[in-house]
């Protein structure tokens, strides 16, 4: 039988439990990407974009998607390092989200190919995981 789940999961020492933290991440990365990414992070973290309206009517700076996206990507981060309890992969997560996500919003990639982007550094983490390369 199957040994009970917690977060954080251990390595992968199968096929089975490997599918599990994937589905895990997978999971989180959709909270991360829709429901807790709202119409002001999802605008305003594109530099290309015009900036979204702030609730007290001033100008939103310059340089705000600097700080959404990355608030983005922290949230992103927070979910993978729950999961996986590593902070590397965290940090890992965190850079990766941030490079995946500015060539979707300067028009390098399609929504799409982002998507499959996020998933693919998630399969890499379990593989690392799996592989015994990065601590939990």
């Known amino acids: 039988m199957f040994e009970p789940l917690t977060i954080p999961f251990s390595a992968p020492t199968g096929v089975v439990s490997a599918l599990v933290l994937l589905f895990a991440f997978t999971i989180g990365h959709a909270f991360a990407d829709f429901p807790l990414q709202g119409d002001f992070l999802s605008r305003g973290k594109n530099r290309n974009a015009p900036p979204p309206p ?38 890992a997560e965190f850079i990766l989200h941030w490079l995946i996500d500015v060539a979707k919003c300067e028009g390098h990639t399609s929504f799409a190919t982002d998507q499959w982007l996020h998933l693919a550094t998630k399969a890499a983490y379990v593989a690392v995981l799996w592989a015994g390369l990065v601590p939990t």
């Open 54 to 91: 702030l609730a007290d009517g001033k100008v939103c700076p310059a340089n705000l998607w600097v700080y959404l996206m990355s608030a983005h990507c922290l949230i992103h981060a927070g979910f993978v390092w729950i999961i996986s309890g590593s902070v590397l992969l965290a940090l």
